[in-house]
């Protein structure tokens, strides 16, 4: 994380941190369906430094950024700081109106 918030401030933008589990369905959709969507890794490449984060093997993290209910997609400055927290799964359309 701390090395995606060093690109965020080189690059001038915003992190855009997954949190998911290999267990959770709606986490899978969205890997095989949402980011997987030309228009929608155009907008996070171009907006965003992205990190995935797996909640069980980072459970300090996690709970860090009280990512509880899964997916969770919380964008944060480069300071680290909390801008939008998107919770659940986002079709491509839901998910490009949100970022």
């Known amino acids: 994380m701390n090395q995606a918030l060093a690109d965020a401030k080189a690059t001038n933008k915003s992190v855009f941190v997954d949190f998911y589990a290999d267990w959770c369905s709606y ?57 939008k927290r998107i919770i659940g799964y986002q079709n491509p359309d839901q998910l490009l109106s949100q970022i």
């Open 27 to 83: 986490c899978k959709e969205m890997d095989s369906g949402t980011y997987t969507s030309t228009q929608v890794m155009e907008k996070l490449n171009q907006s965003y430094v992205l990190v995935k984060v797996d909640v069980d093997e980072n459970p300090d993290l996690s709970t860090k950024y009280q990512a509880y209910s899964l997916p969770t997609m919380v964008i944060l400055d480069s300071n680290g700081n909390e801008i």
